[in-house]
């Protein structure tokens, strides 16, 4: 089994969504890890020229993909979508079909490592983080599961606690 293991956290080791990643990863007994810190070796906004194929090779080589995502400004960190922008390529990703676009990664499983310093509700006013990385990575035709640590600045301890309950749950 292959992990592809994804950090985007710009907070180091004080990072709740690394730690997040780290356990989720740490649910898997067996397989090669292949790590990718998006903050520490951030990748440039994507261009035109279409460098970069192999993180989409990456992506779809691996059997499972966990990625920790906090939230910055109501959304995603930037080096996470410069990332994500490398993932949607049509004919290898999706395809446009006559009812409409179309996932090609169905199948691959996604955890995804939440941290927000407040609670927001999904699709409410403020919050694009979980609903686009939702969005997005159903768009390529996968389902992600979802680990969620929110609330960090109001009550840490138990926005922790909650989020290790979910962890031990996907090993279940």
Do not use: C
């Not at 970069?52 to 779809?60: C, R, V």
């Not at 994500?84 to 009812?99: I, K, M, N, P, Q």
């Amino acid at each position: 089994m292959t992990i592809l293991h994804i950090d985007s956290s710009i907070s180091g080791a004080d990072s709740i969504s690394r730690r997040l990643t780290r356990a989720i990863v740490g649910q898997f007994a067996d397989g090669e890890v292949v790590y990718r810190d998006l903050a520490a070796d951030p990748l440039p906004h994507l261009t035109a020229r279409g460098e970069d194929a192999h993180l989409l090779d990456e992506f779809i080589a691996a059997d499972t993909v966990v990625i920790g995502a906090p939230m910055y400004n109501f959304t995603i960190p930037s080096q996470l979508k410069a990332w994500l922008d490398r993932l949607a390529v049509a004919g290898r990703s999706f395809r446009y079909t006559e009812a409409g676009p179309e996932g090609l990664l169905t199948g691959k499983r996604v955890i995804v490592a939440l941290a927000s310093g407040g609670a927001y509700a999904e699709g409410g006013p403020f919050e694009h983080h979980r609903s686009y990385l939702k969005d997005f990575l159903g768009f390529l035709g996968i389902t992600p599961e979802f680990v969620t640590a929110a609330g960090i600045a109001m009550a840490r301890d138990e926005a922790v606690q909650s989020a290790d309950a979910e962890v031990l749950a996907l090993a279940a």
